[in-house]
């Protein structure tokens, strides 16, 4: 998000998921679509059929592999120099759009001099992809008509993280695929409102709707509406939590709906950090590992337990809509929050407001009544409302009620005038395989689990479908270590060590293990990297490197 | 875009270019029926529903294959039409085997869900079983302890060990959620401003006025006693139904709110005038059949002689009667059960039932008949009571004159008379008796106002109310169970007070009554005779559970309870006996739809009689039952990967598959989609066991709180559990698709292990313990409140969540922002 705000002056899907079918080429990098994304992947092996060429950059060979034109099997954390490369090839051979470049990007000159070096032969020395397989994609991306690139945490999730997206931003620039449909710069968001909890500047540096934390017109129309000043000092991030309450500044955290014990990387830190607060209060569905330690558990509602809306990877804002009563005394988030908030701020604002009704128990101001205000304070949202979103969604911006929403961003221009052309230079990952820890292991999603799996495996078919933590080796590599498929093996890195069976499969390299984030019997976090990508403090949970050993039983 | 223009039944109809027939149809909503049509894949065996008569061409033509073009005339519904579609329908129906409604829920009196909330219990959602229960009953706690079981005898289990115990499930639910202290949480609809008086707050007027409650109108119930129940309390000794649990029964259906007025008789303290002047706008009479028959002998005058309903009302109400040591009961019904059993109770030693006719022949429930005889009353079968005049002998109060009888010659239905035999007089000595000998509403005409005498009583004692409608001769006066049908069982005066309500609902809203469930149903065969054992091929002989109850040597010392209730175990394991036969495909069943509505009657044109096919379970999210498949082949054209085939060795000279296979390929991704489009029951998701019918169920639209992609899902919802994730073909961005998580990753909702209270940890190091919320919302304030006095706003932060609403985001960070005062706010997932 960090590299799509700085380089476009908005950082979001740029296109719509239905728009993959009228594309002609789709580079899909750091992203198992297909697992993690059925239904885009759908989307691309349907364009792929009806003969939209489809790249693929994994180390792992994906299913979206069978499908794909070129597969461009890089090393894990080596993107940013396929990517530089691919824009090396085109600029190179004179492939790209100048007319839009001259139209609509600045720093070109600075940018080209930039990847000057980035050549195919030295990016098949780094990420271990063919010089002619690397040629022939970029060939094929550039003459496409409308070329899109999906990418998710395969991309973002490394300490390079923010430029691996300004390098993409860089190839989309300067072929033209901004602005138009079947094209664009597409994060495929993880979670449900990744894109809404931004949105609405559940970010330290930013307000809602993406206004800066320091802005003061923004810190004046915050203090107005709020009718309260708004703070001078800039917010911690969440991966910097843990070493804030290591040094004693940070004392009282409230979690709500979620579990970043299990899903942080070198997560016994985040434990160990969480233990020593005066207070954690963890607002969840179920006792998570996090809620544990905590000294104060809220019980809270599910997806299907209350009203609101969720803004989808499209950057759609959709209804959620309640359909049963939360369990027991469990209520819904907001209420929760509006209880809180009554009960600390000596109700500031008309009394303490009580439950409303006997089966929700729902505390106002409600759901409808808060998205009123958002539309007050951020104008890409302003045109909405529960009543022209009650059929379908509609994409931010929306600045007036009779705007149709924008659901191919950048067609006349970017928010911040032309596209910034930045100068990328690659950074392996902070941690390389030695002798010691010989393997690189990166991790992901498998298809019937979700996260952490507090909600996935507690259902009882996708539990029965992937019941347990593997990790994927290839199977020189487990001959090597002696072991059989479904074997147990003992996986430590510098932080930590997790058991697991083996699944011997080709689809990953040699010396490229994969394990599955899911499980926290073996939770693969206990291993991953806390170290942070400078600009976005994204940790990189993606690369690290490992050890395998047998365990003999 | 260039159009066409043509007519269809008579309307003009402009659409775009290419579309066919059907596409332009349904664009112009109008329906044409169809089984086996999927968007743009046409299917190679079509099921030939959607033929149309085209102007000008001899043949009916398939609308989903038939462009639409210029100028043409169309008929969608002509006799020629509809005819060709009822014979389809009847060819296709002539395979289909299953069936629709299970046989416990059809012989169920009250229609209710039986197998659904079985399949509840079997799932551990007791409250969710207790809900579905409470739908169409609701008072299960009572009927749970003393329900006939009509059920029960239908139970197909019978044909391969015994029935299930379905009753003491349903008394297991009960009891379970008392035990929890479950608020049920069942929701009414809007106020309407209406207002009903019922009269009688026994089982009919607590459920006319729980339903009457529900439909939004204000209830008030009028009872002549001092406490409701009714018949429930006054009717049923303890040992029977505890006051304990009618007291709890009483309370939740009251918590729905509504209004009572105790002791409050009518026709002396208030009549149908004063309540019509009270502004009610209907009034329900549910006073049940209180009035003994008279024990119609000479000297009945004598102290020591009682009737039986005013008998269980003084031993209810704790009134100490002196019995002596032995007693006679006249009457072979149900509540001469009741009494014989309290009189040993009350220390009666000898308790002797009279009864004229063979013991097969009595009313009462022979479930009854022989817990009496269990607990050592007697029968006096074939004899009479002619008089209580005769002197008795020192050691009795009474001298019960008695007359043998035979049977004589069957009548015109078969039942054969009973004639007595001359001169075989005899006698018993008893010191009580107590007649049994049936119960009336009204003992002649009903008086108090000028609307009672106006009010048409049966000869029998009963009020005059249509079956239907409940209707009374009085307009605006309805009346239902007991009082209308005479003595019946609790759950028959539930269902007639519920047919009450609705009358009563469409009375005063002046509107349409709620439509009865249609009788239309496939069935695997209707009597046990007609069932094949191949049906159970497999399935190993297993015993019901015994219910525990208290040794009838123990038990009639006191009136506590006799049956103790199901563990929780073996209520699962009971619950696990159910044979499922009803179809959990019930309410999107398109064959059964067609059928229904194209007056298809299956009983004479056919079904399926035996099964032909296994069921296949192995599919880890999908139950397959070949026997239900009508080849449409819209599960294999609808499948986004290609992992599903269905193929047949040959086909019959009807068109219909012979040697059916329903393959999975190892590539499926459990997605579902094929269920969604399956036209009948032959695919099914496993997690969806409970059957959906009649009863209302909900549909929700929403979005999938799984990945960033938003796909709608509809959410069928029925009570507080969500039984199944569709989605809409027509709706963006997922247009009809989901994946495996979309369709089969919601249980975790209702998954036990959910939080349900606050906790607090009061001291580092200790426990967490479940608090109310008032006292979590306190030591949260505390804390933060001090840590922000102490070391200032910075000291605190949120993390949000990227699965919460927009709406929560933005409030969160809001409250930290505003409230607190600090940029300490960020989400773990905004990478």
């Known amino acids: 998000m960090t590299g799509l705000v700085t380089v476009l002056g908005s950082g979001a899907m740029t296109n719509t998921i239905n728009g993959i079918l009228d594309s002609d080429v789709m580079l899909v990098i750091g992203s198992n679509t297909t697992e993690t994304h059925p239904i885009i992947g759908l989307r691309m092996l349907a364009a792929a059929k009806n003969g939209s060429k489809l790249i693929v950059a994994d180390p792992r060979r994906i299913k979206l592999c069978d499908s794909a034109d070129h597969w461009m099997q890089q090393r894990p954390g080596t993107d940013g120099a396929l990517i530089n490369a691919l ?198 569905i179920f006792l998570t590992e996090t809620a544990e330690i905590a000294d104060v558990v809220l019980p809270a509602a599910s997806f299907a337990e209350k009203d609101g809306t969720f803004a989808n990877t499209e950057r759609k804002v959709q209804r959620v809509r309640r359909a049963v009563p939360p369990p027991g005394d469990a209520r819904d988030d907001l209420s929760i929050i509006n209880m809180v908030s009554n009960r600390m701020l000596g109700n500031r604002k008309g009394g303490f407001q009580g439950a409303s009704d006997p089966i929700y128990h729902t505390v106002p101001p409600f759901a409808g009544e808060v998205f009123t205000e ?180 | 875009m260039s159009t066409v223009t043509l007519n269809i039944n008579g309307n003009e109809i402009v659409a775009e270019e290419g579309l066919t027939i059907l596409e332009v149809a349904k664009r112009s909503d109008i329906a044409i029926p169809t089984l086996c049509y999927i968007k743009g894949k046409p299917a190679d065996n079509p099921c030939k529903m959607c033929v149309v008569e085209v102007e000008g061409q001899d043949d009916l033509m398939r609308s989903c294959v038939t462009l639409a073009r210029d100028g043409m005339s169309i008929q969608t519904d002509s006799e020629a039409v509809i005819t060709h579609r009822q014979e389809r329908l009847a060819t296709l129906s002539e395979t289909h085997f299953g069936d629709c409604k299970a046989p416990c829920n059809l012989t169920c009196p009250g229609q209710i869900n039986v197998q659904g909330y079985i399949a509840h219990v079997s799932r551990g959602e007791y409250e969710e079983a207790l809900r579905l229960v409470m739908e169409r009953n609701p008072v299960p706690f009572s009927v749970g302890r003393v329900c006939p079981r009509f059920c029960e005898t239908r139970c197909r289990r019978i044909l391969i060990d015994e029935p299930v115990s379905i009753n003491h499930l349903k008394r297991f639910v009960a009891d379970w959620c008392m035990t929890h202290d479950i608020d049920l949480k069942i929701s009414k609809d809007k106020p309407t401003g209406k207002r009903i008086a019922v009269i009688g707050g026994g089982p009919a007027g607590l459920t006319a006025a729980w339903y009457l409650t529900r439909k939004g109108h204000e209830a008030t119930i009028f009872e002549a006693a001092p406490k409701l129940g009714g018949a429930l309390r006054y009717g049923f000794p303890e040992y029977k139904i505890p006051n304990e649990i009618v007291d709890y029964e009483v309370n939740t ?155 004589g010659e069957p009548d015109k239905r078969g039942k054969r008379e009973i004639l007595p035999i001359p001169e075989s007089t005899s006698s018993l000595g008893v010191d009580t008796v107590v007649s049994s000998l049936g119960q009336m509403s009204v003992d002649g005409m009903m008086t108090g106002g000028e609307l009672e005498e106006q009010l048409a009583i049966k000869p029998n004692g009963m009020f005059v109310a249509n079956p239907r409608s409940a209707e009374t001769s009085v307009e605006g006066v309805f009346a239902g169970g007991d009082a ?125 009689k035996e099964p032909i096919y296994p069921i296949d379970t192995s599919h880890r999210a999908i139950t397959v039952d070949p026997n239900k498949c009508i080849y449409c082949g819209r599960c294999e054209r609808s499948c986004e990967y290609d992992a599903l085939e269905v193929r047949a060795e040959s086909i019959d000279e009807k068109g219909r598959p012979v040697g059916l296979v329903i393959d999975f390929k190892d590539h499926c991704v459990s997605c579902g989609k094929c269920v969604d489009n399956c036209s009948t029951g032959a695919l099914n998701k496993n997690n969806r066991i409970v059957p959906i019918q009649s009863e209302e169920i909900r549909e929700v639209r929403t979005t999938c709180p799984y990945c960033g992609t938003g796909c709608q899902m509809i959410l069928k919802i029925k009570g507080h559990t969500l039984m199944e994730v569709t989605a809409d073909p027509d709706m963006a961005p997922n247009y009809g698709d989901l994946c495996v998580k979309g369709r089969f990753g919601h249980n975790f909702i209702q998954h036990p292990d959910r939080l349900k209270t606050p906790l607090i940890r009061r001291h580092k190091g200790g426990p967490l313990e479940p608090v109310k919320w008032v006292d979590a919302l306190d030591f949260m304030a505390q804390a933060f409140s001090s840590i922000l006095g102490q070391k200032g706003p910075d000291a605190l932060a949120g993390l949000s969540s990227a699965r919460c609403t927009i709406e929560e985001n933005y409030a969160f960070q809001k409250f930290f922002r505003s409230g607190i005062g600090t940029n300490n706010i960020d989400h773990c997932a905004r990478y």
């Open chain 2, 484 to 608: 209308a049908t005479g003595s019946k069982s609790v759950i028959q005066a539930v269902v007639s007070a519920r047919r009450a309500a609705n009358n009563i609902n469409a009375y005063v809203m002046d509107c349409e009554k709620d439509p009865a469930d249609n009788r239309f149903n496939f069935t695997r065969g209707k009597g046990f005779d007609d069932v094949s054992l191949k049906n159970f091929d497999g399935i190993g002989i297993n015993l019901r559970e015994k219910m525990p109850e208290r040794p009838p040597e123990v038990s009639t010392q006191d009136f506590d309870e006799v049956k103790l209730g199901f563990t929780e175990k073996m209520a699962k394991r009971e619950a696990d006996r159910c044979l499922k036969c009803g179809c959990t495909a019930f309410e999107r069943c398109d064959l059964k739809r067609l059928d229904i509505d194209l007056n298809v009657n299956i009983n004479k044109t056919g079904m399926g």
């Open chain 1, 87 to 284: 824009c090396h090839v085109i600029l190179r051979d004179g492939l790209e759009d100048k007319e839009y470049i001259a139209e609509r990007a600045e720093n070109f000159d600075a940018f080209k001099e930039s990847i000057a070096d980035c050549t195919p032969e030295l990016a098949e020395k780094i990420t271990g992809v063919s010089e002619s397989v690397i040629e022939e994609a970029a060939h094929t991306f550039a003459k496409g008509k409308a070329a899109g690139i999906y990418y998710t945490m395969g991309i973002t999730q490394h300490t390079s993280g923010t430029d691996n997206v300004y390098a993409l931003a860089n190839l989309a620039v300067i072929t033209g695929n901004l602005g138009k449909a079947g094209a664009g710069l597409n994060p495929l968001r993880g979670q449900n409102n990744v894109q809404g909890s931004s949105d609405m500047g559940c970010l330290p540096h930013f307000f809602p709707g993406y206004q800066k934390w320091d802005d003061e017109a923004a810190k004046a129309k915050f203090a107005e509406l709020w009718e309260t000043p708004v703070s001078d000092k800039l917010g911690l991030m969440a991966t910097e939590m843990p070493d804030a309450i290591n040094e004693g500044k940070l004392a009282g955290l409230w979690i709500m709906g979620e579990n970043p014990i299990l899903s942080d990387p070198n997560s016994d830190h985040a434990r160990k950090a969480f233990e020593k607060l005066d207070c954690l209060v963890v607002q969840d």
């Open chain 1, 374 to 553: 958002i539309t007050k304070c951020w104008v890409a949202m302003a045109g909405m409302s529960y009543e022209r979103i009650e059929e379908q969604g509609l994409a931010w911006p929306c600045p007036d009620t009779d705007h149709p929403g924008t659901p191919i961003l950048h067609e006349n221009g970017f928010p911040r005038g032309k596209a910034w052309l930045s100068a990328v230079t690659w950074n392996g990952p902070a941690e390389l395989p030695d002798e010691e820890y010989p393997f690189v292991l990166t991790t992901g999603r498998v298809l019937y689990q979700y996260h952490t799996g507090t909600m996935t495996r507690r259902s009882e078919v996708l539990e029965a479908s992937a019941p347990s933590a593997y990790v994927e080796m290839h199977p020189a590599d487990a001959e090597s270590l002696k072991v059989n498929d479904q074997e147990m093996v003992r996986a430590s890195s510098r932080r930590g060590s997790i058991d697991l069976a083996v699944r011997i499969t080709d689809r990953v390299s040699k010396g490229l293990v994969f394990v599955p984030f899911h499980y926290k019997e073996a939770s693969v976090n206990l291993l991953t990297n806390d170290a942070l990508d400078p600009k976005c403090k994204i940790p990189e949970a993606k690369v690290c490197a490992i050890q395998i050993t047998k365990i003999d039983v």
């Open chain 2, 253 to 407: 259906i009251l918590r729905m709110g509504i209004n009572i007025r105790l002791s409050q008789k009518w026709g002396k303290d208030f009549s149908l005038q004063d309540l019509k002047g009270m502004g009610f706008d209907a009034i329900f009479i549910g006073i049940g059949a209180t009035v003994d028959v008279p024990f119609d002998v000479p000297c009945t005058d004598k102290a020591n002689v009682y009737t039986a309903t005013k008998f269980l009302r003084m031993i209810n109400d704790g009134k100490d009667l002196d019995l002596g040591r032995t007693a006679a009961v006249i009457g072979g019904n149900n509540i001469a059960m009741e009494v014989a059993r309290s009189l040993l109770r009350k220390g009666v030693e000898q308790v002797t039932i009279v009864y004229p006719r063979a013991r097969l022949e009595m009313p009462a429930n022979q479930r009854n008949v022989r817990e009496a005889e269990k607990e050592g009353v007697q029968f006096l079968l074939m004899a009479s009571p002619s008089g209580l005049c005769a002197v008795p002998d020192e050691h009795n109060r009474l001298k019960l004159d008695l007359i043998r009888m035979k049977l």
